[in-house]
Protein backbone atom coordinates (compact mmCIF):
# COMPACT_ATOMS: atom_id res chain seq x y z
CA UNK A 1 0.00 0.00 0.00
CA UNK A 2 1.15 3.49 -0.86
CA UNK A 3 2.40 5.98 2.02
CA UNK A 4 2.79 9.58 1.78
CA UNK A 5 4.84 11.33 4.01
CA UNK A 6 4.96 15.15 4.71
CA UNK A 7 8.29 16.69 6.28
CA UNK A 8 7.04 19.44 8.65
CA UNK A 9 3.68 19.54 10.22
CA UNK A 10 4.20 23.11 10.85
CA UNK A 11 5.65 25.82 8.12
CA UNK A 12 6.36 29.69 8.89
CA UNK A 13 7.07 31.81 6.25
CA UNK A 14 6.73 35.63 5.67
CA UNK A 15 4.88 37.22 3.19
CA UNK A 16 6.88 37.57 -0.35
CA UNK A 17 9.19 34.50 0.58
CA UNK A 18 9.58 31.25 -0.87
CA UNK A 19 7.21 28.62 -0.15
CA UNK A 20 8.29 24.97 -0.02
CA UNK A 21 6.35 21.84 1.70
CA UNK A 22 7.54 18.27 1.03
CA UNK A 23 6.17 15.58 0.11
CA UNK A 24 7.33 11.76 -0.23
CA UNK A 25 5.67 8.81 -1.88
CA UNK A 26 6.49 5.27 -1.11
CA UNK A 27 8.45 3.47 -3.63
CA UNK A 28 6.25 2.63 -6.40
CA UNK A 29 5.30 5.02 -8.51
CA UNK A 30 1.69 6.13 -7.80
CA UNK A 31 -0.80 6.44 -11.10
CA UNK A 32 -2.09 10.23 -9.53
CA UNK A 33 -0.12 12.61 -6.90
CA UNK A 34 -2.22 15.52 -5.76
CA UNK A 35 -1.60 18.59 -3.60
CA UNK A 36 -4.81 19.49 -1.55
CA UNK A 37 -5.24 22.70 0.39
CA UNK A 38 -8.11 23.15 3.25
CA UNK A 39 -8.84 26.48 4.71
CA UNK A 40 -10.15 26.56 8.21
CA UNK A 41 -13.41 25.24 8.65
CA UNK A 42 -13.81 24.01 5.17
CA UNK A 43 -13.28 21.13 3.27
CA UNK A 44 -9.94 20.10 1.14
CA UNK A 45 -9.38 21.84 -2.70
CA UNK A 46 -7.37 21.10 -5.38
CA UNK A 47 -4.27 22.91 -5.97
CA UNK A 48 -2.82 20.49 -8.64
CA UNK A 49 -2.60 16.89 -10.04
CA UNK A 50 0.31 14.73 -11.51
CA UNK A 51 -0.44 12.35 -14.08
CA UNK A 52 3.25 11.49 -15.50
CA UNK A 53 2.72 13.85 -18.03
CA UNK A 54 5.01 16.24 -17.45
CA UNK A 55 7.04 16.61 -14.22
CA UNK A 56 6.14 19.96 -13.39
CA UNK A 57 2.92 20.43 -12.56
CA UNK A 58 1.18 23.96 -12.23
CA UNK A 59 -1.60 24.30 -10.20
CA UNK A 60 -4.19 27.20 -8.85
CA UNK A 61 -3.03 30.51 -6.88
CA UNK A 62 0.71 30.64 -8.36
CA UNK A 63 1.82 26.97 -6.84
CA UNK A 64 3.77 23.81 -8.82
CA UNK A 65 4.67 21.04 -8.17
CA UNK A 66 7.68 18.91 -9.48
CA UNK A 67 7.87 15.11 -9.64
CA UNK A 68 11.13 13.73 -8.74
CA UNK A 69 10.84 9.63 -9.62
CA UNK A 70 14.49 9.21 -8.18
CA UNK A 71 13.78 10.89 -5.04
CA UNK A 72 10.58 9.64 -4.70
CA UNK A 73 9.09 12.99 -3.84
CA UNK A 74 6.59 15.62 -5.00
CA UNK A 75 7.57 18.90 -3.31
CA UNK A 76 4.59 22.16 -3.65
CA UNK A 77 6.69 25.28 -4.18
CA UNK A 78 5.59 28.93 -4.45
CA UNK A 79 7.92 31.63 -5.13
CA UNK A 80 6.10 34.37 -2.95
CA UNK A 81 3.62 33.86 -0.06
CA UNK A 82 0.44 35.49 -0.02
CA UNK A 83 -0.82 36.20 3.01
CA UNK A 84 -4.42 34.12 1.71
CA UNK A 85 -1.87 30.96 1.43
CA UNK A 86 -2.27 30.29 5.80
CA UNK A 87 -4.08 27.35 5.49
CA UNK A 88 -3.34 23.44 5.66
CA UNK A 89 -1.69 21.58 2.05
CA UNK A 90 -2.17 17.65 1.69
CA UNK A 91 -0.32 15.74 -0.70
CA UNK A 92 -2.26 12.66 -1.68
CA UNK A 93 -1.41 10.00 -3.86
CA UNK A 94 -3.64 7.70 -5.62
CA UNK A 95 -3.07 3.20 -5.39
CA UNK A 96 -3.93 2.94 -8.77
CA UNK A 97 -6.09 3.46 -11.14
CA UNK A 98 -8.62 0.88 -10.32
CA UNK A 99 -8.74 1.99 -7.19
CA UNK A 100 -11.19 5.06 -8.17
CA UNK A 101 -11.04 7.60 -5.74
CA UNK A 102 -9.63 5.74 -2.64
CA UNK A 103 -6.52 7.91 -2.04
CA UNK A 104 -4.13 8.18 1.11
CA UNK A 105 -3.11 11.36 2.45
CA UNK A 106 -0.42 12.76 4.49
CA UNK A 107 -0.23 13.96 8.00
CA UNK A 108 -0.81 17.82 6.28
CA UNK A 109 1.71 20.99 6.59
CA UNK A 110 0.29 24.12 8.37
CA UNK A 111 1.31 27.14 6.81
CA UNK A 112 1.98 30.57 8.86
CA UNK A 113 2.04 33.53 6.56
CA UNK A 114 3.70 36.31 8.41
CA UNK A 115 3.26 40.04 7.66
CA UNK B 1 -22.68 24.94 -10.34
CA UNK B 2 -23.47 24.03 -6.53
CA UNK B 3 -20.71 22.35 -4.42
CA UNK B 4 -20.74 19.36 -2.79
CA UNK B 5 -23.25 20.03 -0.05
CA UNK B 6 -23.37 18.12 3.17
CA UNK B 7 -25.84 17.94 5.85
CA UNK B 8 -25.38 18.35 9.18
CA UNK B 9 -22.66 21.02 9.54
CA UNK B 10 -22.26 20.35 13.27
CA UNK B 11 -23.59 17.76 15.71
CA UNK B 12 -23.27 16.09 19.37
CA UNK B 13 -24.22 12.66 20.36
CA UNK B 14 -23.40 10.61 23.36
CA UNK B 15 -21.76 7.05 23.48
CA UNK B 16 -24.07 4.63 21.76
CA UNK B 17 -26.82 6.52 19.64
CA UNK B 18 -25.90 6.31 15.93
CA UNK B 19 -25.65 9.05 13.46
CA UNK B 20 -26.67 9.30 9.44
CA UNK B 21 -25.08 12.19 8.05
CA UNK B 22 -25.95 12.91 4.00
CA UNK B 23 -23.79 14.34 0.92
CA UNK B 24 -25.38 15.81 -1.88
CA UNK B 25 -22.61 15.75 -4.84
CA UNK B 26 -21.83 18.13 -7.49
CA UNK B 27 -24.57 17.69 -10.34
CA UNK B 28 -23.83 14.83 -13.05
CA UNK B 29 -20.94 13.56 -10.65
CA UNK B 30 -21.44 10.28 -9.82
CA UNK B 31 -18.65 9.16 -7.68
CA UNK B 32 -19.04 9.55 -3.84
CA UNK B 33 -16.59 9.19 -1.61
CA UNK B 34 -16.67 9.37 2.42
CA UNK B 35 -13.23 10.75 4.20
CA UNK B 36 -12.88 11.06 8.13
CA UNK B 37 -10.53 13.91 9.24
CA UNK B 38 -9.09 13.72 13.20
CA UNK B 39 -5.95 15.76 14.54
CA UNK B 40 -4.62 12.41 15.47
CA UNK B 41 -5.21 10.00 12.34
CA UNK B 42 -5.04 12.68 9.66
CA UNK B 43 -7.41 12.20 6.75
CA UNK B 44 -8.81 8.46 6.14
CA UNK B 45 -10.41 6.94 3.44
CA UNK B 46 -13.85 5.71 4.61
CA UNK B 47 -15.17 3.99 1.47
CA UNK B 48 -16.56 5.05 -2.28
CA UNK B 49 -19.91 4.53 -4.02
CA UNK B 50 -20.37 4.64 -7.48
CA UNK B 51 -23.96 4.31 -9.09
CA UNK B 52 -25.46 2.48 -6.03
CA UNK B 53 -22.32 0.36 -5.44
CA UNK B 54 -19.69 0.20 -3.21
CA UNK B 55 -16.41 0.06 -5.17
CA UNK B 56 -14.07 0.46 -2.28
CA UNK B 57 -13.38 0.48 1.59
CA UNK B 58 -11.12 2.04 4.02
CA UNK B 59 -10.08 0.08 7.80
CA UNK B 60 -13.00 0.65 9.60
CA UNK B 61 -14.94 -1.35 11.75
CA UNK B 62 -18.42 -2.39 10.30
CA UNK B 63 -20.22 0.11 12.41
CA UNK B 64 -19.34 2.46 9.57
CA UNK B 65 -21.68 2.08 6.84
CA UNK B 66 -22.86 3.83 3.76
CA UNK B 67 -25.14 3.57 1.03
CA UNK B 68 -25.88 5.75 -2.32
CA UNK B 69 -29.27 6.36 -3.91
CA UNK B 70 -29.91 6.54 -7.26
CA UNK B 71 -29.49 10.56 -7.77
CA UNK B 72 -25.78 9.78 -6.61
CA UNK B 73 -26.97 11.36 -2.61
CA UNK B 74 -25.09 9.43 -0.09
CA UNK B 75 -25.54 9.25 3.12
CA UNK B 76 -23.24 6.93 5.75
CA UNK B 77 -24.02 6.10 9.35
CA UNK B 78 -22.09 5.37 12.35
CA UNK B 79 -23.61 2.78 14.92
CA UNK B 80 -22.91 2.30 18.45
CA UNK B 81 -21.03 5.95 18.85
CA UNK B 82 -17.72 5.72 20.34
CA UNK B 83 -15.46 9.00 22.06
CA UNK B 84 -13.16 8.11 18.62
CA UNK B 85 -15.77 8.51 16.35
CA UNK B 86 -15.34 12.08 17.10
CA UNK B 87 -14.01 13.58 13.80
CA UNK B 88 -14.98 15.77 10.53
CA UNK B 89 -16.72 13.89 8.03
CA UNK B 90 -15.95 14.98 4.66
CA UNK B 91 -17.93 13.89 1.83
CA UNK B 92 -16.26 14.34 -2.07
CA UNK B 93 -17.35 13.82 -5.58
CA UNK B 94 -16.36 12.77 -8.67
CA UNK B 95 -16.47 13.03 -12.17
CA UNK B 96 -16.31 9.32 -14.08
CA UNK B 97 -15.58 9.46 -17.78
CA UNK B 98 -17.10 7.15 -20.31
CA UNK B 99 -14.06 4.98 -20.25
CA UNK B 100 -14.90 4.45 -16.55
CA UNK B 101 -11.44 5.93 -15.48
CA UNK B 102 -11.45 7.46 -12.32
CA UNK B 103 -9.70 11.08 -12.31
CA UNK B 104 -9.02 11.10 -9.14
CA UNK B 105 -10.02 14.66 -8.59
CA UNK B 106 -12.07 14.68 -5.64
CA UNK B 107 -14.21 18.00 -4.91
CA UNK B 108 -14.92 18.22 -1.47
CA UNK B 109 -17.80 19.69 1.08
CA UNK B 110 -17.23 21.64 4.07
CA UNK B 111 -18.10 18.69 6.21
CA UNK B 112 -19.94 16.94 8.72
CA UNK B 113 -18.73 18.12 12.41
CA UNK B 114 -19.63 14.81 14.91
CA UNK B 115 -18.88 15.29 18.36
CA UNK B 116 -19.34 12.22 20.54
CA UNK B 117 -19.63 12.88 24.83
Known amino acids: AQSVTQLGSHVSVSEGALVLLRCNYS??????LFWYVQYPNQGLQLLLK??????LVKGINGFEAEFKKSETSFHLTKPSAHMSDAAEYFC?????????????FGGGTRVLVKP | KAGVTQTPRYLIKTRGQQVTLSCSPI?????VSWYQQTPGQGLQFLFE???????NKGNFPGRFSGRQFSNSRSEMNVSTLELGDSALYLC????????????????FGEGSRLTVL
Open chain 2, 92 to 107: ASSLKSSQNINTGELF
Open chain 1, 27 to 32: SSVPPY
Open chain 1, 50 to 55: YTSAAT
Open chain 1, 92 to 104: AVSESKAAGNKLT
Open chain 2, 27 to 31: SGHRS
Open chain 2, 49 to 55: YFSETQR
